[in-house]
Each structure stands twice: as C-alpha cells, then as structure tokens.
C-alpha cells in the first residue's frame, strides 16, 4: 500500500513538472530564439551639414570599446556614429593611436575563411588557415572584409561585419554595410584612428 501511494506521488510530481516545463515555469523563463538574443545597437547616425564638409584631410576616427561604437569626426565635432563589434575575449581589438596604413575596398582575409572545394562550395566553414588542415580537394579562401581600413602589420582593420551587439570578432573593428563605406569614403591612407576604452 505504502509502495502504491508513492508510485502515486512521484507521479503526479513529473506530471507536474512536465506540465510546468512545456509552460516555461520550472526553470525560469523560456530560452530564447539566437535572433533574440543579438542585441539591437541604435543605427549609423550622421550629422548631414558636417558630411557636407568632411573630406579625407580633415577627418579622423575615434572607436569605443566599451560603447561599441565608431565616430567620424572633424575637429571636436562627431560626423558619423556607427555600431561596431570589436574582439572579443582573447582576440581583444588593440588599443591605442593608428594610421590607416591601406585602403582596400574588396580585401580578404588570410588568416580566417572557409575550405571550399573546386566549384566554390563551402565544405568546412569559419575556420584558421593558421590552425585548421584542409580537407582533401579543397582549398583555402579568406572571409571578405569590404571597405578595409587596414590599422596594423599584423592584419587588424575596419571592415563590414557581423554585429551582434558585443565584441565577437577576432581583432578587428566590424561595421554596417552604410558606417563601413561611409567611414571608407573619408579616410586616406594616414588617417588617424584612436581605438580605447572612451
């Protein structure tokens, strides 16, 4: 009797605990969806009367880490302020003050891609040239890094990229399709770019 009253007991406690799971009320709330959980960074803004007279002379760029944005500016005064994502942990964007030391409208990595195989088909995606082997037959081809303002020796830059609302890269600045052209249009090689913790 004692055996069929607490067969009868955890019973009902799993019939419980499913109904609560199926309502997201047993852990908390429910998981949410990869989209939901890309944070939404305020869009590229640009002050139209100082675009008008930014040229690649007198402009400079000023990127912060933790706010996670870009600002074109002339002087004191902010031209554009774009949404960026920066590197992420072990891969921390560098610090300091930089020239751009090449402009390169339709640059490609050589460090990450994809393997991909005669007819240009991906067959192992986001890898290292420097830590992955290729598969047999295939061939490595660098992730592209449109509009690349090229701030170091050892590769960083500026370029379009993914933002997820927080630093994912692997060093480099990432930008919009709009912030990355934009910021492309005025600089020259020389321009000067501070990157730090403003």
């Excluded at 004191?76 to 964007?93: F, L, V, Y």
């Excluded at 830059?157 to 934009?182: D, F, N, Q, T, W």
Aim: charged residues 20%; hydrophobic residues 40%.
């Amino acid at each position: 009797m004692k055996r069929f009253r607490l067969i009868q007991l955890c019973t009902g406690a799993l019939a419980i605990a499913l109904v609560s799971l199926a309502h997201g009320q047993l852990f908390g709330p429910k998981m949410k969806k990869p989209n939901e959980m890309i944070s939404k960074q305020a869009p590229l803004k640009v002050n139209q009367q100082l675009l008008a007279q930014a040229t690649a002379d007198n402009t400079h760029i000023v990127v912060s880490i933790p706010k996670q944005r870009a600002f074109l500016m002339m002087g004191d005064q902010i031209i554009a302020d774009g949404p960026i994502s920066s590197g992420k942990r072990g891969h921390e964007t560098p610090r300091g003050h930089f020239n751009v030391m090449e402009k390169d409208p339709n640059h490609h990595s050589s460090i990450y891609g994809d393997f991909v195989d005669g007819r240009g088909r991906v067959v192992r995606a986001g890898v290292s040239a420097h830590i992955d082997s290729a598969p047999s037959g295939t061939h490595f081809a660098g992730a592209a890094m449109k509009w690349f303002l090229r701030l170091t020796g050892e590769g960083v830059g500026m370029h379009i990229g993914i933002l997820p609302g927080y630093p994912a890269s692997h060093g480099c600045v990432r930008e919009s399709v709009e912030g990355a052209k934009l910021f492309y249009d005025h600089a020259k090689v020389g321009t000067p770019v501070d990157v730090g913790d403003f």
